[in-house]
């Protein structure tokens, strides 16, 4: 048998790419790596935009809902009503002092005297250390230009007991409250009001009430600072609300609320990064509502002011936010003539801004009431 002839088998030898396959591939890697760049950058930017709007969106909700509820109260005390005709604003006041001795617990303000009344349940105006006083804590400034709101309500408490004999003596109410030393207290029914100040500390049902002792400073008319009340008469504290813009440094634009209730750091952050606030008044002239700046209401047109129109600004947290944004890189003009805000493209900077205007009505001031 005839043996084939052994034959060798050629193997061929390993090939690898070529220099033009491979930056061809190199080429193809960068261009899908390129492609997941922009789309990772483009995520990371609309994930910013979004939730800057979303933070955004949330204060202005807030500020809305915070400050609607204390204008809506301004005036409110018990069945009292300011009574026509009445003039200055000591009417019915037994502590006229704005601050205690301790310098605690501000009575609302205006030009550096204590005011309550028609013409300053609701007040504003230009921002400044006469206005907002006693001025904030320590290291913040009040922003230049900027505008306050004052409201001033009373929030009930107890109600007497029984009622009272000689004006001076202490209040027995139908239940215990919590008071502070130098808390400004409003007893009132539906003829007369009267202000004073606690002069002890703790959760009592009899309260001092003498309207030269203490903190207090009697007006020395016995019309008003020794009214007896009747059983069934309501006491309240005073609260007034201050809003206005400040900034700490290194902070933020801030909004800040001023109230009766913190004696020792009356000035309190609500919200960071409010860049304007302004307001415009409501008042009724008979044939329906003109809003006006604070400085275009006559001092007689304050306690007809129905409705109280807010305007505000948000900005960004975050200061890259890209121009290409919307809304970012725009700044707003209050337009006071219009109740608006009018878009500028004038920010040199990448944040995001957001105008609101809301309008709410007083309701302790409604026509119906």
């Not at 027995?172 to 502070?180: F, G, M, P, S, Y």
């Not at 016995?222 to 609260?239: D, E, I, N, R």
């Not at 609300?241 to 800040?256: E, I, R």
């Amino acid at each position: 048998m005839k043996r084939a002839p052994n034959r060798l088998v050629r193997r061929a030898n390993p090939r690898g790419f070529t220099l033009v396959e491979l930056m061809v591939a190199m080429v193809l890697a960068l261009l899908l790596l390129a492609a997941i760049g922009a789309i990772y950058v483009s995520s990371k930017q609309t994930f910013r935009v979004q939730d800057n709007t979303s933070g955004i969106d949330e204060v202005l909700r807030a500020i809305e809902t915070d400050m609607s509820s204390e204008i809506r109260k301004a005036g409110y005390f018990g069945c009292f009503r300011w009574k026509d005709g009445v003039t200055g604003p000591a009417y019915a006041l037994t502590a006229k002092k704005p601050l205690s001795k301790l310098g605690k617990f501000p009575i609302p303000m205006d030009s550096g005297a204590p005011k309550l009344g028609p013409a300053y349940d609701v007040r504003g105006g230009t921002a400044d250390t006469t206005s907002i006083n006693p001025n904030p804590q320590s290291g913040v400034t009040i922003l230049p230009g900027t505008e306050y709101l004052s409201i001033s309500y009373g929030q009930p408490q107890a109600y007497l007991k029984t009622a009272m004999k000689t004006g001076v003596e202490p209040l027995e109410l139908n239940r215990a409250i919590t008071v502070k030393d130098g808390q400004p207290l409003l007893l009132a029914n539906c003829d007369a009001m009267t202000l004073m100040r606690a002069d002890q500390s703790g959760t009592l049902s009899t309260i001092a009430h003498d309207p030269n002792a203490g903190d207090n400073d009697s007006l020395g008319d016995p019309k008003w600072a020794y009214t007896l009340f009747a059983q069934g008469a309501t006491l309240m504290s005073l609260q007034s609300s201050v809003f206005f813009l400040a900034q700490k440094a290194g902070d933020p634009p801030t909004l800040y609320l001023l109230t009766p209730n913190d004696s020792t750091n009356p000035a309190q952050p609500l919200a960071s990064n409010v860049e304007q606030l302004n307001f415009l008044y409501g008042v009724d002239s008979g044939a329906g509502l003109s809003f006006k700046t604070a400085a275009a209401v006559a001092a007689d047109e304050w306690p007809v002011v129905r409705a109280v129109k807010v305007g505000v600004v948000v900005r960004s947290n975050d200061a890259n936010v890209s121009g290409t944004a919307a809304g970012a890189g725009v700044k707003y003009t209050w337009n006071s003539a219009a109740g608006r805000y009018d878009m500028t493209n004038t920010a040199s900077d990448n944040y995001l801004r957001k105008a609101h205007v809301f309008t709410v009505a007083i309701r302790g001031r409604s026509p119906a009431i």
